[in-house]
Nanobody
Framework: VQLQASGGGLVQAGGSLRLSCAAS????????RGWFRQAPGKERDFVAA????????YYADSVKGRFTISRDNANNTVYLQMNSLKAEDTAVYYC????????????????WGQGTQVTVSS
């Protein structure tokens, strides 16, 4: 079971990035999927989660209205569209999978992917 995150990079404040997380090794139904982030010297924090159907989503207050999580079940891939990026969004972003979207939002994670660095310059 592997989660492979990609799409990170360096962007100016106000810009956008799209992260992807591809799953392989097993069928991920009906798992919830999500994203967390960890800034230097800080704990890993929840960012967003999505249900298997895509009908339920959860967001951290700090990213509501700027980030959008979506998924393509045919390709076992989850995306995080990040708009209006701020310097405080700078972190390593990790993708994750759990029993359902609510569980993921609460940090109950069964599988973690490797991180991808997002750096926002001000």
């Amino acid at each position: 079971v592997q989660l492979q995150a990609s799409g990170g990079g360096l962007v100016q404040a106000g810009g956008s990035l799209r992260l992807s997380c591809a799953a392989s090794g097993r069928t991920f139904s009906p798992y919830g999927r999500g994203w967390f982030r960890q800034a230097p010297g800080k704990e890993r924090d929840f960012v967003a989660a999505i249900s298997w159907s895509g009908g339920s989503t959860y967001y951290a207050d700090s990213v509501k209205g700027r980030f959008t999580i979506s998924r393509d079940n045919a390709n076992n891939t989850v995306y995080l569209q990040m708009n209006s990026l701020k310097a405080e969004d700078t972190a390593v972003y990790y993708c994750a999978a759990g029993r359902d979207s609510l569980s993921v939002s609460r940090g109950a994670i069964d599988y973690w992917g490797q991180g991808t660095q997002v750096t926002v310059s001000s």
